[in-house]
C-alpha cells in the first residue's frame, strides 16, 4: 500500500486549504542581495511544508540566472546563518538551499517555483523556520507582484 502525505491547514481544518503567506519584503531586492522571511512560529510542530514562491523580473536578467530559495531555522540558541525574527536582509552562508527559480531575459515577468522542505535531508522544520531569497541575477526586482506562501504536510499513514 502507498504512503500518502496530507495537507494540514494553517489555522483550520476545513476545505479549501489556503496557503499562508510569508512576511517578506521582494520588491526591488538588488542583484546579488538575499532576503530572509519574518519567522513562523510553528507550535504544532509539523515537520514539513509546501512553500510556493513568485518573483517578478523589473529590467530584463541575464538568462539561465538563478532566483535561490533557501530554509531558515531557528534552534533557540542557534539560528541559520544568524537570521533574526523579522523580514530583513540576511548574510546568507550556510543555509540549506530548498531549491532553485531559472529566470529568461524578460522584462516584467513573473518567475514561479514549488518546493518541499520534507525531503529527507533537510530535517524537521523545528520550532520556528523560514524562508530567505538570494537574487542571484544581475537585476533588481520589480516594486510589486512577488508571492512567498507556505501548507504545512504531514506523513500519511499506509491506506
Do not use: C
Not at 509546501?50 to 530554509?71: D, G, Q, W
Not at 525574527?85 to 540576511?90: T, W
Not at 538551499?97 to 523545528?126: E, Q, R
Amino acid at each position: 500500500m502507498a504512503k500518502f502525505t496530507r495537507i494540514i491547514p494553517v489555522g483550520q481544518f476545513s476545505s479549501p486549504v489556503e496557503e499562508e503567506p510569508f512576511d517578506i519584503d521582494l520588491n526591488i531586492l538588488s542583484a546579488g542581495i538575499t532576503r530572509q522571511s519574518a519567522m513562523i512560529n510553528n507550535y504544532e510542530d509539523y515537520p514539513a511544508a509546501l512553500i510556493s514562491v513568485r518573483i517578478k523580473s523589473n529590467i530584463a536578467p541575464e538568462a539561465k540566472r538563478t532566483y535561490n530559495v533557501y530554509l531558515i531555522r531557528d534552534m533557540g540558541n542557534v539560528a541559520d546563518d544568524n537570521a533574526g525574527d523579522d523580514d530583513g536582509l540576511l548574510n546568507l552562508l550556510n543555509s540549506p538551499l530548498l531549491g532553485t527559480i531559472i529566470v529568461t531575459n524578460t522584462a516584467t515577468k513573473n518567475f514561479y517555483g514549488i518546493f518541499y522542505t520534507g525531503v529527507k535531508d533537510l530535517g524537521p522544520l523545528g520550532h520556528k523556520w523560514g524562508i530567505a531569497i538570494k537574487n542571484d541575477t544581475d537585476q533588481g526586482l520589480a516594486s510589486s507582484g512577488h508571492y512567498a506562501g507556505y501548507i504545512y504536510m504531514v506523513p500519511g499513514t499506509d491506506e
